[in-house]
């Protein structure tokens, strides 16, 4: 299995920050890389797509880059409500892999 | 609007089995693939498997293969995924994504179903 590894597993910024998340898969994966936001509580939701396509809805200030092994999730501007869980995961191999994910956290 | 809807929390003893549903609505039920993701208390985001339920076929990931079973029923568009023998450790949220277009992404998630492996 492609392993996934996020960096870091937590992270603690404040209001208005630029943070960065990343993700290294064990092997080339392309392009084939999906970012999800979990809260508390809730299912996953999709930000990211095919590396750094937008998904419908999600606002600008999330992006992703990166091909290959090395991916990257920025927030340009970080807000409250953007405290969550974030997963990277691949599909280039099944199973599909999820990184341990990054926890979020407002300073 | 378009949404899954999963079946409720269930508890069960080890040596069990659980069957848990996913019904989906606002789209065309089998056009889109449907994946089982499941996430154990405090942990990460794990892939199970896949139907494609215009036609049935499944893949399961090697680790649950033997032990779970996805099936879908056209008629009231509803997915299905079966775990048997459970053991403590498959206490989880189990969670229906459907897969988006030709490539693979997860665009709607069902609320997830807890299921709970205890003596």
């Known amino acids: 299995d492609i392993q996934m590894t996020q960096s870091p597993s937590s992270l603690s910024a404040s209001v208005g920050d630029r943070v960065t998340i990343t993700c290294q898969a064990s092997q080339d994966i392309s392009n084939y890389l999906n970012w999800y936001q979990q809260k508390p509580g809730k299912a996953p939701k999709l930000l990211i797509y095919d590396a750094s396509n937008l998904e419908t809805g999600v606002p600008s200030r999330f992006s992703g880059s990166g091909s290959g092994t090395d991916f990257t999730f920025t927030i340009s501007s970080l807000q409250p409500e953007d405290i969550a869980t974030y997963y990277c995961q691949q599909y280039d191999n099944l199973p599909q892999t999820f990184g341990q994910g990054t926890k979020l956290e407002i300073k | 609007q378009v949404q899954l809807v999963q079946s409720g929390a269930e508890v069960k003893k080890p040596g069990a089995s659980v069957k848990v549903s996913c019904k989906a609505s606002?789209?065309?039920?089998?056009?889109?693939?449907m994946h089982w993701v499941r996430q154990a208390p405090g942990q990460g985001l794990e892939w199970m498997g896949i139907i494609n339920p215009s036609g049935g076929s499944t893949s399961y990931a090697q680790k649950f293969q033997g032990r779970v079973t996805m099936t879908r029923d056209t008629s009231t568009s509803t997915v299905y995924m079966e775990l048997s023998s459970l053991r403590s450790e498959d206490t989880a949220v189990y969670y229906c994504?459907?897969?988006?277009?030709?490539?693979?992404?997860?665009?709607?998630w069902g609320q997830g179903t807890m299921v709970t492996v205890s003596s």
């Open positions: 994504a459907r897969n988006f277009g030709a490539t693979v992404r997860f665009d709607i």
């Open positions: 606002g789209y065309t039920f089998t056009s889109y693939y």
